[in-house]
Nanobody, 121 residues
Framework: QLQVVESGGGLVQPGESLRLSCTGS????????VGWFRQVPGKEREFVAA????????YYADSLKGRFTVSRDNDKNTGYLQMNALKPEDTAVYYC??????????????WGQGTQVTVSS
């Protein structure tokens, strides 16, 4: 069964950048859309961004357009989330997922364990 693993989280100061990676356990991840979601304790998980498996079409939460960029490198079975100009309100656990949907959680079949991103001075 496909597994996906996030990496790249950490503690950064406001205004700094961070790139998260989402690596699939095998090449089959390249046949799925890859999505990113985030969750703050006490709140529901929210959609961040997604990239389609073919054509590389990208989708973003409206509030994050312009600061976050999603991409993928199928040769490496890996998707990326580049986060720029980070704000304290971006602090959350970030999850990547692979599936046949794009913006809805239930459309994703395979989820990573999450990686913590903390933006604080």
């Amino acid at each position: 069964q496909l597994q996906v693993v996030e990496s790249g989280g950490g503690l950064v100061q406001p205004g700094e950048s961070l790139r998260l990676s989402c690596t699939g356990s095998d090449y089959t991840v390249n046949y799925y859309h890859v999505g990113w979601f985030r969750q703050v304790p006490g709140k529901e998980r929210e959609f961040v961004a997604a990239i389609s498996w073919i054509g590389g079409a990208t989708y973003y939460a409206d509030s994050l357009k312009g600061r976050f960029t999603v991409s993928r490198d199928n040769d490496k079975n890996t998707g990326y989330l580049q986060m720029n100009a980070l704000k304290p309100e971006d602090t959350a656990v970030y999850y990547c997922a692979a599936g046949h949907g794009l913006v809805r959680e239930y459309e994703y079949d395979y989820w990573g364990q999450g990686t913590q991103v903390t933006v604080s001075s």
